[in-house]
Structures are given as structure tokens and as C-alpha cells.
């Protein structure tokens, strides 16, 4: 059986390697980010790949994602996801497409070599092999929210169905279809060539902007929203201890999907990271930056203004804070970068939108 690993921790892929051999395996690429990923998928044609959810340069999804990508591409691609903990939104994601040849375990799991290949096999075979502790987390949230244990497409089709119960755990508004533009995210009318910047300079529409990222060499495209409360303080909030760069604060923001806008995915991220919707962005800055495997990235960044005292609902921290511009926790070098660019209250910016 032939097997592509994606993994960037290059000691549990060469451990990865050489436990698959041992029990007559053969891997014929091991890539250490999402492209690298995807582009041996498409090299190799493997009968199975095993994918770490979180890869370079963020760190949070990039695996997941790539992993979709190529079964999109490759209907049935058996997929094995390793994870540090509990990944139930994007477990889901995987199981919607209902090609089977799916699983989901727990890196501890890889410790339990018997157990661990059985699961490769199965999975090569076409079958579903689900970690006991992530179906327990998908009943618990079922338990609590039925459409919050479905994957973002799923719940978006049960949640704007009308024979779903009004009772049935949902938020106020249907879940967003994904690449759904999301209310109050607006672009320039057709033909306007430009958006405009919080400070009323014109700029090249976004998708110039991601043509041009493309053809300076930048292999990973990132949205980000700087939200402001009505005092001037910017929303920061704090990776968890067990992820990478565990402890670091920043802000919200993640990986595009592929041909996603960056609007659309800077205000997707906001809202799985947050709960923040239905926000006027407005775009303020790019900024490159290199990921640990030295892939070259470029994060497009927004901003918006909510009401002092908007409550956060955070699912991929451990804290927030409301930070005044003088006050900031230290973040990384780009974010940095955006967050120089602010100017006094967000209620005295040129909050001048796309449209």
C-alpha cells in the first residue's frame, strides 16, 4: 500500500516512515506543509495519506484543509487526520462528503502500532475509523446543539431547512453556507476596479491583490480582522498552551480555503473563531511572512468596530482581551505590522467600506 505523509514534526515523520515499513508499507513522499501536501497527492496517486490537522505556516488547519482539497479533487482519497486533541468541527467536515475512506485519531493512538495500522488499512479499504474520544465529543455537542455537531455545509442546509425546529439549539441566524458571503461583508460594485482602505486611499480590488501575492512567490493566502470596540481597544486572543506557538497572542484569523476571497474568509475565520458576524470589514493592509518550514505567507488584513461590551465566544483560544493601542500583548512580527497602522478610536476612523 502506498502511503503520502503530511507532517512537519520531521521526527514523528520519519518515525511515522519507518513504523509503515515495518509492517509493509510503502511511503513514497513525506511533505512538510499543505502544498507540499497536495502537489504529491496529485504526483503519487497513493492508495492512502495520513494528514496532521495543523501545518505550516499557522499552524491551526492547514492539514484539514488540504486533506478536503485533495479528496475534492481525488473523490475517495482515503485520508487519515492526526491531531493533538479533539477536531470535531473539521472531523465532520471530512465525513460530509460521504465518499467513506475516511478517519480521525489522536496522535496517541500512533503509540499503539497494531491498532494504529489496522486503522490505516481499514480506512484504505474504504471504511470510517473515528478516535472513541472524538465520537464522544460529537454526541456530547449533539447532545446540546444537533446542528452544531454537523459540518459547516451540513448545518448551513439543516438550519435554513423549515422543517428544522426553531428549538433545536441553533443561533439566531442560519449557519453560513462555506464561501456564502456573510452578511455586512461588502465588496465593490461590479466593474468598480477598486476597494478602499480605512483611510479612504483606493486600492486594487482584492482579487488583483491575491493575482499579485500569487505572482511574487507566496504559497499560503491568510485573512485577518483587527475588530475595535467603540473605547479604541483591539480585540487579542491567546493561543492555547498544547498549540503551536501555545501562549501567543494574536489576532483572528486563519488560512484561506482554496480560491476563497480574502473578505469572505477573513470574516468566515472572524466568526469560527469568535462568534463575530454580520461586521462591516473594511480592508487596512498586507503583510508577508515566513512559516517554520520556510513557506513564503501573506495574511490580508481587515478591520471592524463593534459596541463596547460585544461578547466573544471563543473556540480555538483559551482567552481574549480587549487591548488599548498602548497596552498591546506582544504578537507576531506582521500582526505587529497591522496593528501599527491604527489609528485613534475605531469610532473616529474613516470607516470607509467596500461597496
Same mark, same amino acid.
Given at each position: 500500500?502506498?502511503?503520502?505523509?503530511?507532517?512537519?514534526?520531521?521526527?514523528?515523520?520519519?518515525?511515522?516512515?519507518?513504523?509503515?515499513?515495518?509492517?509493509?508499507?510503502?511511503?513514497?513522499?513525506?511533505?512538510?506543509?499543505?502544498?507540499?501536501?497536495?502537489?504529491?497527492?496529485?504526483?503519487?496517486?497513493?492508495?492512502?495519506?495520513?494528514? *496532521?490537522?495543523?501545518?505550516?505556516?499557522?499552524?491551526?488547519?492547514?492539514?484539514?484543509?488540504?486533506?478536503?482539497?485533495?479528496?475534492?479533487?481525488?473523490?475517495?482519497?482515503?485520508?487519515?487526520?492526526?491531531?493533538?486533541?479533539?477536531?470535531?468541527?473539521?472531523?465532520?467536515?471530512?465525513?460530509?462528503?460521504?465518499?467513506?475512506?475516511?478517519?480521525?485519531?489522536?496522535? *496517541?493512538?500512533?503509540?499503539?502500532?497494531?491498532?494504529?495500522?489496522?486503522?490505516?488499512?481499514?480506512?484504505?479499504?474504504?471504511?470510517?475509523?473515528?478516535?472513541?474520544?472524538?465520537?464522544?465529543?460529537?454526541?456530547?455537542?449533539?447532545?446540546?446543539?444537533?446542528?452544531?455537531?454537523?459540518?459547516?455545509?451540513?448545518?448551513?442546509?439543516?438550519?435554513?431547512?423549515?422543517?428544522?425546529?426553531?428549538?433545536?439549539?441553533?443561533?439566531?441566524?442560519?449557519?453560513?453556507?462555506?464561501?456564502?458571503?456573510?452578511?455586512?461583508?461588502?465588496?465593490?460594485?461590479?466593474?468598480?476596479?477598486?476597494?478602499?482602505?480605512?483611510?479612504?486611499?483606493?486600492?486594487?480590488?482584492?482579487?488583483?491583490?491575491?493575482?499579485?501575492?500569487?505572482?511574487?512567490?507566496?504559497?499560503?493566502?491568510?485573512?485577518?480582522?483587527?475588530?475595535?470596540?467603540?473605547?479604541?481597544?483591539?480585540?487579542?486572543?491567546?493561543?492555547?498552551?498544547?498549540?503551536?506557538?501555545?501562549?501567543?497572542?494574536?489576532?483572528?484569523?486563519?488560512?484561506?480555503?482554496?480560491?476563497?476571497?480574502?473578505?469572505?474568509?477573513?470574516?468566515?475565520?472572524?466568526?469560527?473563531?469568535?462568534?463575530?458576524?454580520?461586521?462591516?470589514?473594511?480592508?487596512?493592509?498586507?503583510?508577508?511572512?515566513?512559516?517554520?518550514?520556510?513557506?513564503?505567507?501573506?495574511?490580508?488584513?481587515?478591520?471592524?468596530?463593534?459596541?463596547?461590551?460585544?461578547?466573544?465566544?471563543?473556540?480555538?483560544?483559551?482567552?481574549?482581551?480587549?487591548?488599548?493601542? *498602548?497596552?498591546?500583548?506582544?504578537?507576531?512580527?506582521?500582526?505587529?505590522?497591522?496593528?501599527?497602522?491604527?489609528?485613534?478610536?475605531?469610532?473616529?476612523?474613516?470607516?470607509?467600506?467596500?461597496?
Amino acid at each position: 500500500m502506498r502511503v503520502v505523509i503530511a507532517e512537519d514534526n520531521v521526527l514523528l515523520a520519519n518515525g511515522l516512515e519507518l513504523l509503515l515499513a515495518a509492517k509493509g508499507f510503502r511511503v513514497v513522499a513525506v511533505a512538510e506543509d499543505a502544498p507540499g501536501f497536495v502537489a504529491a497527492v496529485a504526483a503519487h496517486r497513493p492508495d492512502g495519506a495520513i494528514v *496532521d490537522v495543523r501545518l505550516p505556516p499557522t499552524f491551526r488547519d492547514e492539514g484539514i484543509h488540504a486533506a478536503v482539497r485533495t479528496r475534492r479533487s481525488c473523490p475517495g482519497l482515503p485520508v487519515l487526520v492526526l491531531s493533538q486533541y479533539v477536531e470535531r468541527q473539521y472531523a465532520g467536515e471530512l465525513l460530509s462528503d460521504r465518499h467513506g475512506g475516511v478517519g480521525h485519531l489522536l496522535k *496517541d493512538q500512533v503509540s499503539r502500532v497494531g491498532e494504529f495500522t489496522d486503522a490505516l488499512r481499514r480506512v484504505a479499504r474504504g471504511g470510517t475509523v473515528m478516535d472513541p474520544e472524538v465520537i464522544a465529543q460529537f454526541l456530547t455537542r449533539l447532545a446540546h446543539d444537533p446542528i452544531a455537531a454537523l459540518s459547516p455545509r451540513a448545518a448551513a442546509t439543516a438550519a435554513s431547512s423549515p422543517s428544522w425546529p426553531a428549538s433545536a439549539g441553533t443561533r439566531s441566524r442560519p449557519r453560513r453556507l462555506l464561501g456564502e458571503r456573510p452578511a455586512g461583508c461588502r465588496r465593490p460594485p461590479v466593474g468598480s476596479g477598486e476597494a478602499r482602505t480605512n483611510g479612504g486611499t483606493a486600492v486594487t480590488d482584492l482579487q488583483q491583490l491575491v493575482r499579485q501575492a500569487r505572482a511574487d512567490g507566496i504559497e499560503a493566502l491568510l485573512g485577518g480582522v483587527v475588530v475595535r470596540d467603540g473605547s479604541g481597544r483591539v480585540l487579542t486572543v491567546r493561543r492555547k498552551a498544547d498549540d503551536h506557538f501555545g501562549g501567543l497572542w494574536e489576532i483572528p484569523g486563519g488560512s484561506l480555503e482554496p480560491g476563497e476571497d480574502p473578505l469572505v474568509g477573513a470574516a468566515r475565520e472572524l466568526a469560527e473563531e469568535t462568534g463575530l458576524t454580520g461586521l462591516d470589514l473594511v480592508y487596512l493592509h498586507a503583510a508577508d511572512f515566513t512559516g517554520r518550514a520556510g513557506v513564503r505567507a501573506r495574511q490580508f488584513a481587515f478591520t471592524a468596530a463593534v459596541p463596547d461590551g460585544t461578547p466573544v465566544a471563543l473556540t480555538e483560544h483559551d482567552a481574549h482581551r480587549w487591548a488599548p493601542l *498602548d497596552d498591546l500583548p506582544a504578537v507576531s512580527a506582521h500582526h505587529a505590522e497591522f496593528l501599527a497602522r491604527l489609528g485613534g478610536p475605531a469610532e473616529h476612523q474613516d470607516q470607509a467600506k467596500l461597496d
